[in-house]
């Protein structure tokens, strides 16, 4: 059964860079289309983004400018990195599998909560 | 602005059926899947597709769509149903993924 694990940091400045890996455990990491998902405190969910196991990206063109999400396939790993982060960016962070044609996401990682303060 | 509605609140008595909508314009082209999330957890699917579910959710959880609404329905709600309910879809592009606005179940 597929498990993510993820981590990262947990408290940023603002201006600073957000940075978080999700690890792939007992599943096939190729043929997945894997995502980013976040939630404010107290707030709905928004999509930040997806990648598949050769790079292809899809973005948020809310965060276009700001996010890259990249892939290790020698790890098993995803990673989301959020630039020049603000308040608004306080969230808890949460990767996901994507599964397509029906499209759902299923795992979820543990999420991460990151707090953007001076 | 979200392209997914779903009214923010709902309450149902235990035991009894609460249906939950969302609407949007791309769930005319794209099914919906609905995810549940308790205080403090990750959230979990619990429909996709046409109305299916994930190994482990109770069979009183079931989907529907029609037009532009997806629609949740739990038949004989139980305390350990009270929960955020979200939807999911493609956006109107097709291109990317909308998550609804959410709704609080509260069953009395």
């Known amino acids: 059964q597929v498990q993510l694990q993820q981590w990262g940091a947990g408290l940023l400045k603002p201006s600073e860079t957000l940075s978080l890996t999700c690890d792939v455990d007992?599943?096939?990491?190729?043929?997945?289309?894997w995502s980013w998902i976040r939630q404010p405190p107290g707030k709905g969910l928004e999509w930040v983004g997806e990648?598949?196991?050769?790079?292809?990206?899809k973005y948020n063109p809310s965060l276009k400018s700001r996010v890259t999400i990249s892939v290790d396939t020698s790890k098993n790993q995803l990673s989301l990195k959020l630039s020049s982060v603000t308040a608004a960016d306080t969230a808890v962070y949460y990767c996901?599998?994507?599964?397509?044609?029906?499209?759902?996401?299923?795992?979820w990682g543990q999420g991460t909560l990151v707090t953007v303060s001076s | 602005s979200s392209e997914l509605t779903q009214d923010p609140a709902v309450s149902v008595a235990l035991g009894q059926t609460v249906r939950i909508t969302c609407q949007g314009d791309?769930?005319?082209?794209?099914?919906a899947s609905w995810y549940q999330q308790k205080p403090g957890q990750a959230p979990v699917l619990v429909i996709y597709?046409?109305?299916n579910r994930p190994s482990g959710i109770p069979d009183r959880f079931s989907g529907s769509s029609s037009g532009n609404t997806a629609s949740l329905t739990i038949t004989g709600a139980q305390a350990e149903d009270e929960a955020d309910y979200y939807c999911?879809?493609?956006?109107?592009?097709?291109?990317?993924?909308?998550f609804g606005t959410g709704t609080k179940v509260t069953v009395l």
């Open positions: 996901a599998r994507v599964h397509l044609a029906p499209d759902w996401f299923d795992p």
């Open positions: 007992g599943g096939s990491f190729s043929g997945y289309y």
């Open positions: 990648i598949n196991h050769s790079g292809s990206t």
């Open positions: 791309s769930l005319r082209r794209y099914y």
């Open positions: 597709g046409k109305n």
């Open positions: 999911n879809s493609r956006d109107s592009s097709g291109n990317l993924y909308v």
